[in-house]
C-alpha cells in the first residue's frame, strides 16, 4: 500500500522506465507468396501467448494472388504502411517477414531508411537467391 501522492508518483516513474526498457515491441508480421496472414496466425498467436500484451500486426495486403504484383510496387505500399505503423511506435518495432515477405521486408527496410525497426527477422528468407529448375516447372 503506498503512503503518499510522492510515492505513487514515483513507482509510476519508475514502472514507466521499467516498461521503457523491458515491455515488448510491437511485432510486424509480413506473408510469403500466395498465402493469406492466416497463414502468419500461429506466429502470431504463440508471440501472444509467450509475451502478452504485445501488440501485432498482420497484414493481409499483398496476399493470394495479389502476391505476384510487381515487387517495387509491394515494397512501396507496403513500405508505407510500415511507416505508418513505426510512426505509432517511437519506441521501435520488430519485423518478421516470411518466404517472399522477408524479401519484401529487407527491401522496405532498405528503400524506407527513416524505419524504427529493431529486429528485422527473415523466416525461410531466399536472401542469398535460390538454386534449382524445379521453381520454373512449378511456375
Ligand atoms: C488478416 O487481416 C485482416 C484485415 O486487416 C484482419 O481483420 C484479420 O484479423 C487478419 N487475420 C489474422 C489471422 O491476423
Ligand atoms: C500512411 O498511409 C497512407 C495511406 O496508405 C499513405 O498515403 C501515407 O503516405 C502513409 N504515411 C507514411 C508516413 O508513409
Redesign the pocket.
Known amino acids: 500500500m503506498l503512503k503518499t501522492k510522492m510515492e505513487s508518483i514515483i513507482a509510476c516513474w519508475f514502472l514507466l522506465i521499467f516498461c521503457e526498457t523491458h515491455c515488448y515491441k510491437p511485432v510486424v508480421l509480413l506473408h510469403g507468396i500466395m498465402t493469406y496472414n492466416t497463414s502468419m496466425e500461429l506466429i502470431k498467436n504463440r508471440i501472444e501467448e509467450k509475451h502478452p500484451g504485445t501488440i501485432v500486426y498482420n497484414t493481409n495486403r499483398y496476399s493470394g494472388w495479389s502476391s505476384l504484383e510487381n515487387m517495387w510496387e509491394q515494397v512501396q505500399?507496403m513500405?508505407?504502411?510500415l511507416?505508418?505503423i513505426t510512426?505509432k511506435h517511437p519506441e521501435g518495432v520488430n519485423f518478421l517477414g516470411y518466404s517472399q515477405g522477408a524479401l519484401i521486408a529487407r527491401a522496405i527496410l532498405q528503400a524506407f531508411p527513416e524505419h524504427n525497426v529493431h529486429n528485422f527477422i527473415s523466416l525461410s528468407g531466399p536472401q542469398a537467391g535460390q538454386y534449382g529448375k524445379w521453381v520454373s516447372i512449378l511456375l
Open positions: 505500399n513500405g508505407y504502411d511507416m505508418n510512426q
